[in-house]
């Protein structure tokens, strides 16, 4: 069955060092990506852009991109027609909250004194979840979660991110997001497939962490790029999927060998 759709997060994934599409990992310059981009427009392969970031900044990288959809804040908001029209996916937040409680994100951060804190200022805008910076674990994190009252929410680990992030923590820095049970990218692409009116073997995803992982289990297959195995909670996870493929390449150079997998034909790409 051909693909229809593909579905690609982007830091650490489709864009490259400082979130470029034009540079490699060694901050060489390529046009790989968006050679492999085109490719995908001239097939009439739809692009939806799989991300934490928030609406407003997947409307504008979708304009760039050509997507034709996305999914935010790590599942909790679809978007599509060019953010026209939107579906929020509140997953088990309880039906009298707007948002995750104050006290509650207060309470986390102090537990974790500089090892966890607001993603400034990438935390601002949000409209369900919240982001976070540090380096935590997870399972942890998610059972205190539970003793406090709160197993409607967990702690997503959204992949590695720049030591600069945080120079003084001691160890790799990660970006976590706090969301509801039951928001996931898996959830929210399941979502958007049915809206969509395709089966999973019509779509691929693309990522390059656990969070991503969550989309195996629904397209048809699951592509990480290289650089998704220094994610030692991830690589746990692999033996329980079949339709993962690990690319040689990493970042951009990965991503645009997972596109090219999804394409009809081998054709040249044109610049």
């Not at 537990?111 to 674990?137: A, F």
Request: glycine share 10%; aromatic share 6%; hydrophobic share 45%.
């Amino acid at each position: 069955m051909s693909i229809r759709v593909v579905y690609t997060d982007l830091d650490g994934t489709m864009l490259g060092p400082a979130g470029c599409f034009f540079r490699n990992e060694d901050h060489s310059t390529t046009l790989d990506p968006a050679r492999a981009l085109i490719d995908l427009h001239q097939a009439g392969i739809a692009l939806v852009l799989v991300s934490g970031r928030t609406r407003p900044q997947l409307v504008e990288a979708g304009a760039i991109f050509g997507a034709d959809g996305f999914i935010a804040e790590l599942g909790a908001i679809v978007g599509w027609d060019h953010g026209r029209h939107s579906q929020v996916l509140r997953g088990a937040m309880p039906a009298d909250l707007d948002q995750i409680p104050d006290p509650l994100l207060a309470a986390l951060v102090a537990r974790y004194p500089g090892r966890l804190k607001l993603y400034r200022p990438w935390h601002r805008g949000r409209e369900v979840d919240i982001m976070l910076r540090g380096n935590v674990d997870v399972a942890e994190v998610n059972l205190w979660l539970v003793a406090e009252g709160f197993d409607w929410l967990t702690i997503r680990d959204n992949g590695i991110i720049s030591w600069a992030a945080m120079p003084a923590l001691d160890d790799v820095p990660h970006v976590y997001h706090l969301v509801p049970e039951g928001v996931s990218k898996g959830a929210a692409v399941a979502f958007d497939l049915a809206r969509r009116g395709f089966r999973p073997e019509q779509a691929i995803a693309i990522g390059d962490s656990a969070s991503d992982l969550a989309m195996a289990d629904q397209v048809g297959r699951m592509h990480l790029v290289a650089n998704a195995l220094r994610h030692t909670d991830l690589v746990g996870l692999l033996p329980g999927y079949d339709n993962v493929v690990v690319e040689d390449g990493t970042l951009g150079s990965g991503w645009a060998g997972a596109v090219r997998s999804a394409l009809p034909t081998a054709r040249p790409a044109t610049v």
